[in-house]
């Protein structure tokens, strides 16, 4: 794979699409970015000297810089960047008042993991090599961003302090989906970095959503739409509803159950503590995720279930048919540095509601 540096960051192409086709595609959101650093000299002196661009790229081809891996790799960075990263942005609306995510970074993993999976079905089509260089740099940027900003979750960067995240710009674009609490009232004391026994726990954790999410989707796919519909229910929509829905009586709040614990996965904090107090005690407590049951009074939510389970297998789908129908040739580009952001434009994915698809979707079968 290759390092950070050696990574295109060249600014999304401009959609050649006119906005009266908002129906079939979602308009790009446009986030801030962190002024890159001025140009050397050397790079000024490549650039308009024909005769060093020859030999510059010559040397990174006898290196391996233009190998199908190498580019691969490049490309995989521009489509996980411009196709993956801005889907929460583009859709606030859907997922925060109809799916209920709250802003966190966890809301933005399972909203961006979905949409590399998406991605992940179509490049696993491509012919070898080339299925296997893409879907290995697409997973290997999505992890590096992922650790990224979980670094900076845990640990704000003081502004004008030498560290890390402040040595360079950042490795993908920022968001306007979730904040870093307290990022602007940090101590002068504030350590540059974040415990790396805390981010390696979180990192694993990650991973494990990553796996069951791929894996129960594709399972869906191949199955039915009601196992796919099952699969969003438990990884997209918190398997809210597992233990039962309670429902407001006398207008007073019940007892109810904030999410669901699972002792059987993975490691837990504290586990003889969890175990001494009980399952009931550990679910009622509130892990600041913000994915829990609905209290009594918002009980109607549920209502909304099944319509939101049946939009998203109708996206899925739409979207891996969509993906299905673009040429291989445009996934794989034209293996010639400088060509990394070409074709770009054809893969961006479509709004989640389209035009007249709730009202005339059949049901699941």
Known sequence: MLPRTALSRAPPPPSSEPPSSADKRTERRSTPEVASPPET??????????GAQEVFFRVLGLMGYGSAKQYAGRRAFIMYRDLCIPRADDEQAFWKDEMSFPPTFQSWFTITNLHVWLLTVRLRALPPPHGTHYVQALIDHFFLDIEDRIRAVLQPFEPGRLTPANLGFPYTSRTDFYTVANADKISPFARGRAPEGLVTRQMKIFKEQWAGMGMSFDLGLVRSDPELAAAVWRNMLGARGARG???????????????????????MEKFDRVEKAGLAEEEARDDGSGVHDFAP?????YVAYPELMETMVEYMRAEVDRLAKIPDHVFIGAGKIGTESDGMDEMVFGAIRRVGSSSSAPPLV
């Open 245 to 267: 829905i309670v429902y407001p009586e006398d207008g007073s709040e019940q007892p109810y159950f904030r999410r669901t614990v699972n002792l059987a996965g993975g490691e």
């Open 41 to 50: 000299w050397l790079t000024r002196y490549i650039r308009n000297n024909p």
């Open 297 to 301: 009074a918002d009980a109607y939510k």
